[in-house]
């Protein structure tokens, strides 16, 4: 049992085959494990997306039931609905800049009056024009969300009569229609 160099170097080169053969093993697992996941994911991601596709197509066929028309109607209130939502969109996002705007000049105003405790003398009238447009800003920020609101209860009003009044068309339009259809009926159980 003579330990020599050689056969410890010879021992070491197998133990490092050894250890570079389990590593690319392990490598190995561990793509296997990650593309398996990736897959079970998508699996699952599959199956809570297919119930709504057939939720989807079985409303489609509940819907192709119900007369044209009456579908149009629902159709024409969801597109309303959709462009009521974005005016008042749109009209946060007016309200909000506004709002962005009236900070700003705030703090430009804390600037300029941090500015001015330092040189008070040099500032001054441009502190007073700042302040004095900055309130004149304020009153038009408050003029202008109050026309929004205004505005946006009118639309509300407005899109609410207007779909009374289609309701109300539809609902006259399938009336005439079930009464002529009694009439046609009634003319020929007399002849």
């Known amino acids: 049992m003579a330990c020599t160099i050689d056969k410890i170097l010879q021992d070491a080169k197998t133990l490092l085959e050894r250890l570079k053969d389990h590593d690319n093993a392990a490598e190995s ?7 398996l996941h990736k897959r ?4 699952k991601d599959v199956g809570t997306v297919m119930p709504d596709k057939y939720q989807e197509v079985a409303e489609i066929k509940d819907a192709s039931r119900y ?5 149009l109607c629902q ?39 941090l500015v001015a405790n ?6 001054e009238p441009v502190l007073e024009a700042h302040e004095a447009f900055s309130s004149e800003i ?6 202008i969300c109050t026309m929004g609101n205004i505005m946006r ?3 509300q009003v407005d899109e609410e009569q207007a779909c009374n009044i289609q309701e109300k068309l539809a609902q006259l339009e399938l009336e005439n229609k079930e009464l002529r259809e009694i009439l046609s009926v009634s003319k020929e159980s007399f002849h």
């Not at 697992?29 to 593309?35: E, H, Y």
């Not at 079970?40 to 699996?43: I, P, W």
């Not at 330092?118 to 500032?123: A, D, G, H, I, N």
């Not at 304020?138 to 003029?143: A, G, L, P």
């Open 75 to 113: 159709e024409n209130t969801q597109i309303r609905d959709l462009q009521q939502e974005n005016k008042e969109l749109w009209l946060s996002l007016e309200e909000h800049q506004y709002a962005l705007e009236l900070i700003m000049s705030k703090y430009r105003k804390q600037m300029l009056q």
């Open 29 to 35: 697992l561990i793509d296997q494990s990650t593309a």
């Open 153 to 155: 209860k009118a639309i």
């Open 138 to 143: 304020e009153c038009q920020i408050d003029r």
């Open 67 to 71: 007369k044209p028309h009456v579908l």
């Open 118 to 123: 330092k040189k008070p003398s040099l500032t």
């Open 40 to 43: 079970v994911e998508s699996m």
